[in-house]
């Protein structure tokens, strides 16, 4: 078999219900989430020198020193925001877009999406990838996450896929009642961070340790 073919194999649909079947054996039992990666053709969210290795249970690097999320971590992340409920999520902001792979399955599991994403090139990249796949319920914003969108919030669920130091009050603004942030947070040692928005006030969950790249303040245009 030549090397394209096999590399057109390594990409096969066959390939993404492995990586299905691998996130349950970890532990990712929420079906909408399943549902949502199994649907989603990760390789087109790398480097095509990349693409056979998009269903490996690993980070891999995009552009301008960024990653795209492992499959578990996007399956954990993604499970943690919903939380066990039985419907959509209504509104959801990401804060860093990067490829777009993360953003794609919130908008599998939610109504409407918001991402944020400070690198204007990569950003321009993904909002031609997105649109390609015919992905319409997200709204790309190219701007520093870090003060989020208080004139779309309020949000039934935050996402940071970047690490910070310590909780961002602003952010947690924009949580809506009942709503769920996960972000990772610290600093040589990284954890997933749940934090709810509930009656009592925030209720706040430390859970896997994690690695991430870091947020960064500021914008990059080109
Ligand atoms: N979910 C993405 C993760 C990309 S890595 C994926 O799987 O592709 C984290 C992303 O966060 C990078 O693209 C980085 O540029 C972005 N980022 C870092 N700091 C940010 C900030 N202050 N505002 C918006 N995006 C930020």
């Known amino acids: 078999m030549s090397v394209r073919h096999s590399g057109?194999?390594?990409?096969?649909?066959?390939?993404?219900?492995?990586?299905?079947?691998?996130l349950r054996e970890q532990g990712i039992r929420d079906e909408m989430v399943l549902a949502a990666?199994?649907?989603?053709?990760?390789?087109?969210?790398?480097?095509?020198?990349?693409?056979?290795?998009?269903y490996e249970d690993v980070a891999l690097p995009i552009n301008y020193g960024q990653t795209i999320s492992s499959p578990w971590i996007v399956g954990r992340m993604s499970e943690l925001l919903r939380n066990?409920?039985?419907n959509l999520l209504r509104k959801v902001?990401?804060?860093?877009?990067?490829?777009?792979?993360?953003?794609?399955?919130?908008?599998?599991?939610?109504g409407e999406v918001y991402s944020i994403e400070r690198i204007g090139p990569l950003l321009t990249r993904t909002r031609i990838r997105l649109r390609d796949l015919d992905i319409r319920?997200?709204?790309?914003?190219?701007?520093?996450?870090?003060?989020?969108?208080?004139?779309a919030g309020p949000f039934n669920?935050?996402?940071?896929?970047?690490?910070?130091?310590?909780?961002?009050?602003?952010?947690?603004?924009?949580?809506a009642m009942?709503?769920?942030m996960v972000f990772p947070k610290g600093n040589k040692r990284q954890y997933l961070c749940v934090i709810d928005h509930t009656a009592e006030g925030?209720?706040?969950?430390?859970?896997?340790?994690?690695?991430?790249?870091?947020?960064?303040?500021?914008?990059?245009?080109?």
Do not use: W
């Not at 996402?159 to 909780?167: H, K, L, S």
């Open 37 to 54: 990666m199994g649907s989603i053709p990760r390789h087109l969210f790398v480097e095509e020198a990349l693409a056979s290795r998009a």
């Open 8 to 22: 057109i194999g390594m990409t096969s649909s066959r390939t993404r219900i492995r990586m299905i079947e691998r």
């Open 137 to 151: 319920n997200i709204h790309l914003k190219h701007a520093d996450g870090m003060c989020g969108l208080p004139e």
């Open 202 to 222: 925030f209720v706040e969950m430390i859970l896997d340790e994690v690695m991430f790249v870091p947020i960064l303040p500021g914008i990059i245009s080109r």
């Open 93 to 110: 902001m990401e804060i860093g877009t990067g490829c777009g792979y993360q953003t794609a399955v919130l908008a599998k599991i939610a």
């Open 84 to 86: 066990g409920g039985d």
């Open 178 to 180: 009942g709503g769920r």
């Open 157 to 175: 669920g935050i996402m940071m896929t970047a690490v910070v130091p310590e909780v961002p009050e602003i952010l947690l603004e924009q949580l």
